[in-house]
């Protein structure tokens, strides 16, 4: 847990977050327009909020918990 913990200060020390922040942002874009089936793109990128939000948080669990707890420490499921 301490190797995540380390992971996510420096991520944010680096200030890469805004490269992920942007990349969010477009993907949760993208996908709006993907769904869309009529022109009223507000109601799709309102209703595809929830969607990209449950997206970044398993991309991020994944990436500082999971990953390192699991994989990186050898311990099998």
């Known amino acids: 847990m ?17 490269g992920h922040v942007l990349f969010w942002l477009m993907w949760w874009i993208v996908q709006s327009l993907l769904m869309r089936k009529e022109d009223d793109f507000f109601f ?3 209703k595809n909020f929830a969607m990209v939000s ?7 669990l994944n990436l ?4 390192p707890k699991i994989l990186l420490s050898g311990k099998r499921l």
Do not use: D, P
């Open 54 to 60: 449950l997206q970044v948080f398993l991309v991020y």
């Open 2 to 18: 301490e190797k995540a913990n380390q992971a996510l200060v420096q991520f944010f020390e680096r200030k890469s977050w805004l």
């Open 44 to 46: 799709y990128l309102t």
């Open 64 to 67: 500082f918990i999971l990953i």
